[in-house]
């Protein structure tokens, strides 16, 4: 069946970095797209970034522009966020998506499989 699992979170000071991996299985990536999302304690879910596997077309939010990437490798069937220059205020729940719908959107209603979520916490 299809799994997600997110991993590479944790402690981070300002200004450094993570990078994440979300390993698929129970389907390939091929044109699948597939959508980064965080939540913090008492606010709503947000989208940071998402790829459309086929193509390698990506969106990446004004909120984290500059900052984030995203990226897949076919041969582990991962898709990886790199985060730089964090801050305090990227500190949330961090989780990867898989939609079937064929575009790049930070629509979490249309996401049908969710992972478990990895903590990034970005503090001195």
């Known amino acids: 069946q299809v799994q997600l699992v997110e991993s590479g979170g944790g402690l981070v000071q300002p200004g450094g970095s993570l990078r994440l991996s979300c390993a698929a299985s129970?389907?390939?990536?091929?044109?699948?797209?597939i959508g980064w999302f965080r939540q913090a304690p008492g606010k709503e879910r947000e989208g940071v970034s998402c790829?459309?596997?086929?193509?390698?077309?990506?969106y990446i939010p004004d909120s984290v522009k500059g900052r984030f990437t995203i990226s897949r490798d076919f041969a582990k069937n991962t898709v990886y966020l790199q985060m730089n220059s964090l801050k305090p205020e990227d500190t949330a729940v961090y989780y990867c998506a898989l939609t079937s719908v064929t575009i790049c959107t930070m629509r979490a209603g249309l996401y049908d499989y969710w992972g478990q979520g990895t903590q990034v916490t970005v503090s001195s």
């Open positions: 790829i459309r596997s086929s193509d390698g077309i990506t």
């Open positions: 129970g389907f390939t990536l091929d044109d699948r797209v």
